[in-house]
C-alpha cells in the first residue's frame, strides 16, 4: 500500500513515520507540510492512502479533500476538535486523536484495510458538505488545475455555470472547472451578493449592469464585461428581491 | 408581615406621625363642627391611632395591585374600594367610641358633633388611606430599587469569579494536545528532549492554575510563563516560530493582572505563526515611561486567513478585564498592517 503522510508538524508527521516501519508492505511515498504541497503529491502520486491532518496553515484537511479527483482513503488525525470529532462519529469515518497509541493506530489502518473495494464516499462527502456548512458564507473558492490550487476569493466570482457534473468559475476574464453541484455552491456563498438567477447559472450581483425583458417570461441580465445570462421566473423573484 | 410592625422603633415613629392628622382633623372638627377643644381631642387622637393601624391594610392592596401594574383602572378602583372600605369600618369604630366616650363623660363628646363631622370624617378615612397607600408604594419602589442595585453588584462579583475560575481552567486544548503528541514523538526520536518538553509543560501548567488565583502578579512572572508556551511552541513548529524579546528597564517589576499577556501571545502564535506555512518572527517587547506599562505583541499573519471557527474571545476578555481594572486608564489597540498584527496593551504602571 503507498502512502503519503500530511502534516503540518515534522514530529508529528514523525510519529506515523515510526508507527509505519514495522509494516512492509506499507510505503510512504511522501510527506507534506502544507495543502498546496499535499495536493501536488497526491495528484502526482496517486496514494491508496492518506494520512490527513486537519489542521493545517492556508488549506485545511477538509478543503484537501474536497480538491481531490479521485479520493484516496483516509485516515484523519487531529489533536483537538469537537466539531469535526461530531463529524466523523457520524459519517464512520476513521480518525486518529493526537497523541495515540500504537494500538490505536493499527486498529485504525486495519478497518481502513478492510474497507477494500468499499468506499464510503457519501460519508466523506457528507463531511466535506458539513465542514463548509459551518464555515458558510464562504470568502474563497478553491480550484485543482491538474496538481495546482486556485485560490479565488468569492469578491473576485463573476459567475458561475453548471457544466453537468461541474461548475464553470468565471473570474476576471479566466474560467476554472470545479468537480462541484451549483446548489452545494450556492447554498455555501453570500446569499447577500450571490443569486441563483437561473437552473445553471449564478451571478455576483455587483457585476450586474442592467435586466433586459423580451417577453413576459424571456429576460436576461447584461454584467460589466458584456456577458449575457438568462434569467428564469424564480431567478427574477429572488433579483426583485434583493435590488 | 407588614414592614412597619416588624420593627418597635418604626412603629412608634408611625403612630407618632399619626398625632399630625390627630390634631388636624380636632382642629378642624372644632372649628367646623363646633365641638369643645377638649373633645374633639379625647375623640381624634385615639381614633387617628385606631386608623393608623386600620390604614396598615393598604399595604396589601399595593402588594396585590403592583405599581406599574397592567390594568391601571383595576388597581384604582380597587384601592378606593378598599379606601371605602376602611373608612366605612373606621366610621362605625368612631361611632362606637363617640358613644363611649358619650357614656364616660357626657357634654364632652355629643354623638349629634359626631353625626355633624361625618362628612369630615369620611372624607378624612379615604383621603388617609389613600395617602398611606401612596406611601406603601413609594417604600416599595425605593426598596425594589435597592435590591435591584444588589443583584447587579452580586451578578458583577459573580462574574468575576466565573471569569477567574475560567482563566484558571483555560489551557487552549489544540496546545495541550498538540503539545503532548510532540513529547510523544520525541520518546523514541529524543529522549532527552521528552523530558525537557515533558517538565516544561507540567512547569507551564502550573504556572497557568497559580496565577489564575491571584489578583496580580509581577510582570516577570507573566513572561516567564509566556516564556515557557513559547519553548513548548518552538518544539513544535520547529523554525517556523522564531521569538525575539525586547524587555524595557524597570518593567520587570510592575504589577500586572495574571494571564493578560498570554491569551495574546496564544492568538498570535494560532492565529498568526501557524497560519503562514513558512512562519515568521514573533516579537514581544515591554516599555515603561514610569507611569503607563506598555506591551507589545508583533507577528505576521496571512491577510486571506479564513475566520477561526469559534474562537476571537481572547481580545475581547482582555479588553473587559482591563477596563473593569483600570477603566479609562488602560487601553488594548490592535491594527494589521503590511502583513503584520501588533497589539499594544497600555496599562498604568503599579508597583
Request: include cysteine; aromatic fraction near 8%; proline fraction near 5%.
Amino acid at each position: 500500500m503507498r502512502v503519503i503522510i500530511v502534516d503540518d508538524e515534522d514530529l508529528a508527521r514523525g510519529i506515523v513515520r515510526e508507527y509505519l516501519a514495522s509494516h512492509l508492505d506499507i510505503r510512504i511515498v511522501g510527506e507534506c507540510s502544507n495543502g498546496f504541497d499535499a495536493v501536488k503529491a497526491i495528484t502526482e502520486s496517486k496514494p491508496d492512502l492518506l494520512f490527513l491532518d486537519i489542521q493545517m496553515p492556508k488549506l485545511n484537511g477538509f478543503e484537501v479533500l474536497d480538491l481531490l479527483d479521485p479520493r484516496p482513503r483516509v485516515i484523519f488525525v487531529t489533536a483537538y476538535d469537537s466539531y469535526a470529532i461530531k463529524a466523523f462519529e457520524v459519517n464512520a469515518i476513521d480518525y486518529l486523536l493526537k497523541p495515540f497509541s500504537r494500538e490505536r493506530f493499527e486498529k485504525a489502518l486495519l478497518r481502513v484495510a478492510g474497507k477494500e473495494g468499499d468506499e464510503p464516499q457519501d460519508a466523506v462527502d457528507n463531511l466535506i458538505r458539513s465542514n463548509r456548512s459551518l464555515n458558510a458564507p464562504i470568502e474563497r473558492i478553491l480550484v485543482r488545475d491538474g496538481s495546482r490550487v486556485h485560490v479565488i476569493p468569492s469578491p473576485m466570482v463573476d459567475h458561475i455555470e453548471a457544466q453537468d457534473d461541474y461548475v464553470s468559475i468565471h473570474s476576471g476574464g479566466k474560467k476554472y472547472l470545479k468537480l462541484e453541484r451549483l446548489s452545494d455552491l450556492e447554498a455555501a456563498l453570500d446569499p447577500k451578493r450571490f443569486v441563483r438567477i437561473h437552473r445553471s447559472h449564478i451571478v455576483n450581483i455587483e457585476r450586474l449592469v442592467r435586466l433586459e425583458t423580451y417577453a413576459k417570461d424571456s429576460r436576461i441580465v447584461v454584467l460589466n464585461d458584456g456577458t449575457k445570462l438568462p434569467v428564469s421566473r424564480p431567478g427574477y423573484e429572488k433579483l426583485k428581491g434583493l435590488l | 408581615m407588614h414592614p412597619i410592625l416588624k420593627d418597635r422603633r418604626t412603629l412608634a415613629l408611625y403612630l407618632l406621625a399619626w398625632l399630625a392628622p390627630g390634631l388636624t382633623l380636632a382642629t378642624l372638627m372644632a372649628t367646623t363642627a363646633k365641638a369643645p377643644w377638649g373633645g374633639a381631642i379625647c375623640f381624634s387622637l385615639p381614633a387617628m391611632i385606631v386608623y393608623a393601624f386600620m390604614s396598615l391594610s393598604s399595604w396589601y392592596v399595593c402588594r396585590a395591585f403592583p405599581l406599574p401594574g397592567t390594568d391601571l383602572a383595576k388597581t384604582l378602583s380597587s384601592l378606593f374600594f378598599a379606601a371605602l372600605l376602611s373608612s366605612a369600618l373606621w366610621l362605625l369604630a368612631c361611632y362606637a367610641w363617640a358613644s363611649a366616650l358619650e357614656w364616660m363623660q357626657p357634654g364632652l363628646a355629643p354623638r349629634e358633633r359626631y353625626m355633624d363631622s361625618l362628612p369630615l370624617l369620611a372624607s378624612f378615612g379615604v383621603g388617609l388611606f389613600l395617602i398611606a397607600a401612596a406611601v406603601h408604594y413609594l417604600i416599595e419602589s425605593l426598596e425594589s430599587a435597592r435590591r435591584t442595585e444588589r443583584n447587579a453588584l452580586e451578578l458583577q462579583v459573580l462574574a468575576r469569579d466565573a471569569e477567574l475560575k475560567a482563566l484558571r481552567a483555560q489551557i487552549d486544548p489544540h496546545f495541550l494536545f498538540n503539545s503532548l503528541n510532540s513529547i510523544s514523538a520525541l520518546t523514541s526520536t529524543d529522549a532527552a528532549a521528552a523530558r525537557t518538553m515533558t517538565l516544561m509543560l507540567a512547569d507551564f501548567l502550573r504556572m497557568s492554575m497559580n496565577f489564575g488565583g491571584l489578583e496580580m502578579i509581577r510582570l516577570e512572572q507573566e513572561i516567564a510563563l509566556v516564556r515557557h508556551f513559547l519553548e513548548i511552541e518552538k518544539v513544535r513548529f520547529g523554525n517556523r516560530l522564531v521569538v525575539q524579546t525586547e524587555i524595557g528597564a524597570g518593567t520587570l517589576s510592575a504589577r500586572v493582572p495574571p494571564l493578560l499577556l498570554q491569551p495574546l501571545v496564544e492568538n498570535a502564535v494560532n492565529h498568526g505563526i501557524a497560519q503562514i506555512p513558512d512562519g515568521g518572527h514573533l516579537l514581544l517587547r515591554t516599555e515603561s515611561d514610569g507611569g503607563s506599562l506598555r506591551l507589545l505583541i508583533r507577528n505576521p499573519v496571512d491577510p486571506g486567513r479564513t475566520k477561526p471557527r469559534g474562537r476571537g474571545m481572547g481580545l475581547t476578555i482582555v479588553r473587559r478585564r482591563i477596563e473593569r481594572l483600570y477603566g479609562s486608564g488602560g487601553n488594548l489597540d490592535v491594527q494589521e498592517t503590511g502583513g503584520n498584527f501588533v497589539a499594544v496593551l497600555t496599562i498604568p504602571h503599579q508597583v
